[in-house]
Nanobody, 118 residues
Framework: VQLQASGGGSVQAGGSLRLSCSVSGNIFTITSAGWYRQAPGKQREWVATIDTAGTTTYSDSVKGRFTLSGDNTKNMVNLQMNNLKPEDTAVYYC?????????????WGQGTLVTVSS
């Protein structure tokens, strides 16, 4: 599958942003999709995941502030980010986990930068 992320930008602490990820290709092999982020000088970390049943899970650092949703009619995965903090500043990557011929494969979209100022 191919993933196209959009929606990054700059916001002050306490503000909101919405990231979107458009998914194309053979979407029927996807078992889950979600978002990761990578802050400057740090490793990429998991943010949130949604599976094909619509069940969402979140990292503790974003739980209660971020909401992940899927739009099956548009093949999109959206991340609503509220009450943003400076520590949320990072490049955000959408991802999709596929199950193909007995193997798991992770696909990545290009990153989108989120900058939160204090």
């Amino acid at each position: 599958v191919q993933l196209q992320a959009s929606g990054g930008g700059s916001v002050q602490a306490g503000g909101s942003l919405r990231l979107s990820c458009s998914v194309s290709g053979n979407i029927f092999t996807i078992t889950s999709a979600g978002w990761y982020r990578q802050a400057p000088g740090k490793q990429r970390e998991w943010v949130a995941t949604i599976d094909t049943a619509g069940t969402t899970t979140y990292s503790d650092s974003v739980k209660g502030r971020f909401t992940l949703s899927g739009d099956n009619t548009k093949n999109m995965v959206n991340l609503q980010m509220n009450n943003l903090k400076p520590e949320d500043t990072a490049v955000y990557y959408c991802s999709a986990l596929e199950y193909i011929r007995g193997r798991e494969l992770t696909s990545w979209g290009q990153g989108t930068l989120v900058t939160v100022s204090s």
